[in-house]
């Protein structure tokens, strides 16, 4: 284990800004993961229980991880009839026109994090972060790819299919996002080199299961020669 | 032990504070020969605050009784704080207490009316009480059609929910514990409504969500210039010439009462039913006058059906007791049918618009404890979710969100806790109701006290506290986790000390 550091960072994007928090170890930086969390109108952001163990536990295997939060759906400026448009979409549809935005998001932050560190990349999407990655997966050259919780059903994940970067999926079996039979369809349609790993009763948010979930992820880019023990 | 031997009876009492169970204590006091050990949740003083408050306007004196030693309270809770101690030289138990959750929370409602009657009956045994007597439904095991006999079902019905279900459970055990020494009897009463006098009521739950429904209705119609209000689209699930069986409170707490006390010594079953209830005809056109509504027509269909009208959605969102009551097609044996009724029906239009008028009044039950705890620093929840939201949703832009239809149900732990379900339409919150079965929730968060307490003075985050285990989501997921922004834009607008 190295001693992690962590620094809020502001990243550039479609000319306005994300926050970010950005963790690495004081020895090196190899590699960096990209940590894309879940939906922001359902509470997502870059300090979830899901994403900071991640951003902390990889900086401590000495790697350097990024989250970030998407911007914000009620940004200064717009207005409460808007913002009160856009949550009644979600309510009714569950998607709303800004995730086109979000995806952008992602990409901004990839960018950022490769520049400032010249190291394999790592993409980790968390439930509405699968579908944000899954957008820049397949041109990012990225040496592996997790996802947690995907919801296959809801969001569309058929990106990876094509994809022939390692891939690791974690899920539960009491997700309440999406059923097993789901799941496996999704996984088994899937081309490039994958795994997957089910936790019992996690359900979609890991509480209390962090470290497991740090373990898991570790042990997948251990076998992938990404970090080292 | 205080409680006089120079009584014949010696009744111990559970329930005491609820609908039924207060009217059964008053009935029991109108007996001289009779003395009441009453089991009551909670601290004493407060217990015996609330009962007298309950008794007084039934004619109650309870001080009077304490002091003469005539009621005795004793604080504990089923199954697992009973003293047997409490059962010595008591000669008939009345087991009142009961959860009415319809849908399975938690261990509710089967360890309250399962293993909290089984814990009774044990301890009854232990104590060689010779008389018990258990307050079940006219509908345990859920049964939806036919007649219902004065005998336990085999098996309960398809579709019998987790109240039912329950009931049905202890109704096997309780006619298990007959033996030598020891005689059960089971009533049965079926839906209850105010009293007959001034259609006085303290639960707002069966009969009484229909004509919340109704209310809201009207409600609604009042704020839609284009829709009149003697032809508002709703379909009514069910057949005119069903018949809801309702009784007055007061009636069935009298007849149990003397069903308890002049019992022979034979097990038995009574069914506690209205012999001549009105029709579901009948008590829709009552509803319509009050409300001065008319439209509604009695359908064959079988709800969620496919492009409801929004006053169906609306009508409908108050619960599965709704679609129920015009349902049911069931007729009663009742042993008590013969010969005890007089000609006027047990109720009536006159007695189901006292019903109605009363329930008004009292705000459907809102208006009976909500203060803001001036004992302490506390927060009190009721004062929050029934004052608080209600004067400042509608100023915030949360009440702007048109796609959002739910009832939300918050469990606050603590002492000063319980349960309120908000429903909320086209953003609007348009009812709040207290108790397990005000309304049926699609989603709810489950909270301890002190964390509220801290989410709503926005010094914490409800994602924080479920995170660190000190709230939980129970029912659809999805909704309660779309709900989360919404309540932090309430908490932000409307932080509780900054207004």
New interface residues.
Partial sequence: MWMCLEELVTIPADGTSLNGQLAYSAAGRTPCALIAGSHP???GNMN??VASSLRTGLAERNAAALSFDYRNP?SPGTS??D??RT??????T?HVPQEADWRNDTRSALAYLRSIAAAPTVLIGYSFGCHTIAGVAADSQAAAVICISPNPRDNDLSLFQSLQTPLLVISSDND??CTAGDLRLWYDSLGGPREIEIFSKAE??F??RERDLVCTVSRFLLAHGLIEE | MTATRKYDNLVFLTGSTGFLGHYILAKLLNKDSTACRVLIRGSISDATTNLASLLEPLGVNLEGHLAAGRVEIVAGQLPDQLNPNWLTDVTHIIHAAASTRFRRLGNDPYRSNVDGTQALLEAARTAKVPRFCFVSTAYAGGIRIGNVPEEILNAPAVGCNDYENSKWLAEKLVMAWNGPGRVATIVRPSILVGDRARGRATAFAGIYLLARGVELLARAVENDRETDRHAVPLGIMGKPNVRPNLIPVCWAAEKLVRTVLESRDEPGILNLVNPAPPTSAQIKDWLEEYFDLRGGEFTDRVWPWENPSRYEEGFYSAGESILDYFLRDLTFTSSLSTGEFAARPLVDKLHFMKCLKFSARVQWGRATRVAHSAASESLDPAWYFEKYLVRHIPRSAASHISGFNAIVRFIIEGSCGGEWACRYVAGRLVETGRHATSLREQFGFRVKQGTFERIIRGKAKLQDAYFSGEANIFGDVLAALKMVPLMETFLHEFPVGLI
């Fill in positions: 109108l359902l509470g979830s229980n009620r409460s009839a913002w009160a949550v009644s979409e979600f309510w009714r569950n309440f996002s979609h948010f509480r209390g």
